[in-house]
């Protein structure tokens, strides 16, 4: 009380796996004033790493929205949806709609995501590629890979996403070109060793590769729906679509810049507390603490929204009830675990060559396995691993699958 | 009504299997076939000043208060059963993305044919009509129990679980 705020709701922008566990925890903490959310989406959210697998057919529309049978909706008082922000007034507590209207807030948590870019992607004049984040985007390029058999597809972008768009891609029978401009793929978490045994593992599922490229041109003829892709070696090749998966960028348009400080994204506090006053930021937009660097960065994961977003809604509870929030955020490590087809990879912690780290590599039961260990007076510290496996017939994993979580942990657990 | 929870004494278990072949039964889980065994025992050895001696351990979901597979879980597959306070999988929900495998510290999430997680779900079915836990009503020696929460805050499971977190 006393700041004149606190009659104001709590308002959330954004309604992701960042905003709604902010919104459980700010109710499940006592917080029972007003609480707006605004989402340029529609009201039933929906998540974006199911996208791909709706895309594939894995699964049915109807299942991409994992909070269906939680009632957020009786949780918010005042729900805008499918609203864009305008803009942020950190002094006067005002969000802008770009409806023209004003909503005041106590409290204010940004948990808008991000969205795909494609930096350097040349721009076509009449084709728009494909990317994968909204179900708009996964309606577009379901349609457009059920359109016809074996359609051609390039997706460019071997990370996460991209390779999730590929495994939607060869669920759809498309014959599918992977391009990066590394010289592997994975290039941020996988060996080098471990990335060309999964590249090889793709080729062997009909998959192209074109590493080490880029594309220079992309020109689509009046007559015939079809994409003349021209790659920086001279090659020119047909596509019936391209997919970009070359990264993203948080959703921040609406913050002016100097008014809360960033840098990729909004630097948090083991609260979730920006720099300015009664600014949450929780998800892909926040530079959270990475426990093996020391240092705050995104790491793009849902475990991370669900667990960041949770500690903002507590820590606004907290706060709005007059005391400390008490629940800070313990911080991750970067990890991983794609699927393409049978072939299973999963990675956590660091993999980079270092002074004074070793490199254990095995390969057994069809495995690959690099364990990355941290010399040290005593046993060696576990800092990465990489384990790049095609699961068997029966599902049945060998037991080091089944042991990730624990060498997760083991590496989390060496930093705090 | 109090809450009830699986307790594990490390002391009283002799490692006879029973209580993973009583979850293999209430599961109907075939491991002859593709199924997956829901509850492990291991035989650990533990050694002191003078002696050297084995510890079996049974362990299956421990169904954690801050559980971190459910948070991980991008598809709402994983959800608490408020009754029983388990950690349940819908299978029809869950799409193989193994979050919750990378999450779990004990390697408990275990795949199947079909891709799906499946692992332990302390009975909730049993639990709501007043029945224990196969793995608990079977044990004969006291190992396994279904306790009253405050008392299995105390209890070897607890203090076990925590040693391998
Ligand atoms: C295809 C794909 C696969 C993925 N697979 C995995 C995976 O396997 N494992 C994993 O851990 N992570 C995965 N991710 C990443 C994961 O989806 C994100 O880390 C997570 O969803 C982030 O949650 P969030 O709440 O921060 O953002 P989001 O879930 O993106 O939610 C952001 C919300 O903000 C709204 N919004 C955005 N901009 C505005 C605006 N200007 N105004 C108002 N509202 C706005 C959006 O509509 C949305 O409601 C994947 C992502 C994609 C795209």
Redesign the interface.
């Known amino acids: 009380m006393g700041d004149g705020f606190t009659s104001k709701p709590v308002v959330v922008l954004g309604f992701g796996?960042a905003a709604i566990?902010a919104i459980c925890a700010l109710r499940d903490s006592g917080y029972d004033g007003p609480l707006t959310v605004v989402t340029d989406a529609d009201p039933e959210p929906y998540?974006p790493?199911?996208t791909s697998?709706y895309v594939g057919g894995?699964?049915p529309r109807d299942?991409c929205f994992?909070?269906?049978?939680l009632d957020v909706a009786s949780m918010i008082d005042d729900m805008r949806s499918n609203e864009h922000i305008e803009s942020i007034d950190v002094e006067a507590h005002e969000v802008k709609l770009a409806n023209g209207q004003c909503l005041g807030y106590s409290k204010l948590l940004i948990a808008t995501g991000a969205q795909p870019i494609a930096p350097g992607f040349p721009a076509s004049h009449s084709y728009k590629p494909h990317v994968l984040r909204t179900m708009q985007d996964a309606e577009r390029l379901r349609g457009a890979l059920i359109a016809w058999p074996h359609v051609r597809v390039l997706v460019s972008g071997t990370s996460m996403v991209g390779l999730k768009a590929l495994e939607a891609c060869l669920d759809r029978e498309a014959d599918a070109t992977l391009l990066g401009r590394s010289g592997h793929i994975m290039r941020a978490t996988a060996h080098p060793l471990v990335a060309e045994r999964f590249e090889q593992l793709l080729v062997d599922r009909g998959v192209t590769l074109r590493l080490s490229q880029t594309v220079v041109d992309v020109e689509e003829s009046a007559d015939c729906p079809e994409c003349s892709v021209c790659f920086d070696d001279g090659d020119v090749e047909q596509f019936d679509e391209i997919i970009l998966a070359q990264g993203v960028k948080p959703n921040l348009s609406f913050v002016a810049p100097g008014s809360i400080e960033m840098h990729k994204g909004v630097v948090v506090d083991d609260f979730m507390r920006t720099s300015a006053p009664d600014v949450f930021a929780a998800g892909d937009v926040a530079e959270a603490l990475d426990v093996s660097s020391g240092q705050k960065r995104i790491i793009g994961l849902?475990?991370n929204a669900?667990?960041q977003g949770?500690c903002a809604g507590s820590a606004i509870a907290a706060e709005c009830a007059g005391r400390k929030p008490t629940r800070p955020y313990a911080g991750s490590i970067p990890?991983?675990?794609i699927?393409v087809r049978d072939i299973?990879f999963?990675s956590?912690g660091s993999l980079s060559e270092q002074e004074g780290r070793c490199f254990d590599v095995r390969e057994e039961n069809g495995m690959m396995c690099v364990f990355v260990y941290e010399k040290q007076t005593g046993t060696d510290q576990l800092v990465g691993f990489n384990i790049l496996a095609v699961?068997p017939?029966?599902?049945?994993?060998d037991v080091l699958?089944?042991?990730?979580?624990?060498y997760?942990?083991e590496i989390f657990n060496s930093y705090v | 009504m109090t809450k009830k929870t699986l307790c594990f004494d490390a002391q009283k278990c002799v490692g006879c299997y029973a209580c993973a072949v009583a979850c293999m039964d209430q599961n109907d889980i075939d491991v002859v076939g593709d199924g997956l065994m829901y509850r492990h025992v291991s035989h650990v050895e533990e050694e002191n000043a003078d002696e050297v001696r084995i510890v079996h351990v049974s362990i299956a979901c421990l169904h954690c208060e801050a559980a971190e597979c459910l948070d991980a879980c991008p598809s709402g597959a994983l959800r608490r059963d408020i009754a029983s306070g388990a950690v349940i999988v819908r299978r029809e929900l869950c799409i193989g993305c193994h979050a919750c495998a990378m999450a779990c510290p004990f390697g408990i999430p275990r795949f199947g044919r079909d891709g799906t997680m499946q692992k332990c779900d302390a009975c909730y079915a049993r639990t709501r009509f007043g029945y224990e836990p196969a793995c608990a009503e079977i044990c004969p020696t006291g190992a396994l129990s279904y306790a009253d929460v405050n008392e299995a805050a105390g209890s070897k499971l607890s203090r076990f679980g925590k040693t391998l977190a």
């Open positions: 796996a566990s998540s790493v199911l697998y894995r699964i299942q994992p909070w269906s049978d849902w475990h669900v667990r949770r990890s991983n675990v699927h299973l999963a956590a699961v017939q029966d599902g049945k994993h699958v089944d042991e990730i979580g624990a997760r942990r």
